[in-house]
């Protein structure tokens, strides 16, 4: 591509029609990488009266199902970018990285190139950017991560929390140990995508509150921030002394204009359906004991219980550092290796769920060709079965986590896969699960396979 057809795919305009009720022209501003727009996102219109747009990532596994490989290349681009922008350093491996991306390579592996003279907090934001937070985060040899999160534990006091106002669930918190976030280190930022900037000027003030620092960097795959946003910026960096960097893939701006009302459309896979499922139980906790590493928490259940809930720490929901991280690789590669003997069919969905997404989806890197990645998620969004929308087919359910919680999943056809992995952080039982199941049944997708990291065995099973 010669320097005149670079600037001219950079002032390129692009325009979206959104189910005939919005309309969204984005202009590119900066675009290092030539990356294909199309190839990063599509839209999609959100029930949220906050907010009535959603940028839907093709390379997040959230909305849409992706390579897995796709998500790990996305985080390694921004690591790469990150050394250029913050750092003023090219890796070398730059240029393989973006023709690896191009062509859709389907067997990379994270890769720790960032030095260890670097020893940053990367912190991942609940829900969507947990998977993009820790895959940008092997991007370094030295450093810690920790992942925001939505869950609520009444009886561990949070370090820090802070507000997203236009999300569906505003508020994050996040359960580490004062020490990780007590210093002067550089504190990085990672998100799927910047509109306004307001999360991370809120999460800027609240650390800074209680922990200043003289470095913050806010890393996004888009970056959408108008002239007045991105002053905000600039401002707070005068208020409190302090610098903050932005990294972005692509960035630019973008005017909406709501032509009318939308009302939902309903799918027709979310009606009863005759069809039976029962799933198969993998308890990796059964298969490979001790693998990974449970943190119980005392919490209280909706009847006032008090009892404990296995996490693992292995999330980095309550902090992993770069050692940890590498022995997690292992970790992966084996339980990636059992769950490929466990496929019987050639297009295989390994889903996660919520703000599990890292996990399941590095083990699906792991399991081989024909297999697919995406999460369940908080957000709901119009359903309209219409080629190049963002959400052609949905179903809505009780999050079997925290039934008080609506969950979704979006674009899976009917008869789409010949088998799904549903990946959960911890065992729920066969009550919580069976709205999800009977959803799941409409997709007429017989072959699922339930895998819980905590928990050792169940009598009977998932019927």
Aim: charged fraction near 25%.
């Amino acid at each position: 591509m010669t320097n005149s057809q670079t600037l001219t795919s950079l002032r390129k305009k692009h325009s979206y029609q959104i189910l005939d009720s919005l309309r969204v022209e984005v202009k590119i501003s900066e675009n290092p990488y030539n990356l294909q727009i199309d190839d990063l996102f599509t839209m999609a219109a959100r029930i949220n009266k906050r907010r009535s747009f959603l940028f839907v990532s093709k390379v997040l596994g959230k909305h849409l199902p992706i390579v897995p490989a796709k998500g790990l290349l996305t985080a390694a681009l921004l690591g790469a970018r990150y050394l250029e922008v913050v750092k003023n350093e090219v890796t070398s491996g730059k240029k393989s990285l973006i023709e690896l991306f191009n062509e859709n390579k389907l067997d990379y592996k994270p890769k720790a190139f960032v030095g260890s003279e670097y020893n940053p907090v990367v912190i991942g934001f609940a829900e969507t950017a947990t998977a993009l937070g820790h895959s940008f985060f092997d991007c370094f040899k030295k450093g810690d991560f920790f992942h925001t999160t939505r869950e609520q534990l009444p009886l561990q006091e949070a370090v820090i929390t802070f507000e997203e106002e236009h999300s569906h669930a505003t508020s994050h918190r996040c359960y580490v140990p004062e020490s990780l976030i007590n210093n002067n280190r550089e504190i990085i930022l990672v998100d799927d995508e910047v509109t306004t900037g307001k999360t991370a000027l809120n999460i800027i003030r609240s650390i800074h509150s209680q922990f200043p620092r003289s470095q913050y960097t806010l890393v996004s795959i888009l970056d959408w921030r108008s002239l007045e946003d991105r002053n905000q910026f600039v401002l707070l960096e005068k208020e409190l002394g302090i610098e903050v960097h932005c990294v972005s893939l692509i960035s630019g701006d973008f005017k909406i204009e709501e032509t009318s009302f939308h009302e939902e459309e309903k799918n027709e896979n979310s009606n009863p359906t005759s069809f039976k499922l029962v799933p198969e139980t993998v308890y990796l906790e059964k298969e490979l004991p001790d693998l990974y590493e449970n943190i119980n928490t005392p919490n209280v259940t909706l009847d006032g219980v008090q009892k404990d809930v296995s996490y693992l720490k292995e999330t980095g929901r309550f902090g992993l550092d770069s050692n940890e991280n590498v022995f997690l690789h292992e970790k992966i590669f084996t339980s990636g290796k059992l769950l490929r003997k466990k496929r019987t069919g050639n297009k295989t969905l390994c889903l996660g769920t919520g703000e599990f997404m890292y996990l399941p989806m590095r083990i699906a890197a792991e399991m081989g060709s024909g297999t697919f990645y995406q999460s369940t998620t908080r957000s709901p969004v119009y359903i309209k079965d219409k080629v190049d929308y963002g959400a052609r087919y949905g179903l809505s359910f009780p999050n079997p986590e925290d039934h008080l919680v609506p969950h979704f999943v979006y674009n899976i056809p009917p008869n789409g896969y010949d088998e799904i992995f549903l990946f959960f952080e911890r065992e729920v039982s066969n009550e919580d699960i069976q709205p999800l199941l009977t959803h799941l049944a409409t997709l007429k997708i017989s072959n699922v396979k339930v895998v819980f990291f905590t928990g050792k065995d169940r009598s009977g099973g998932y019927e």
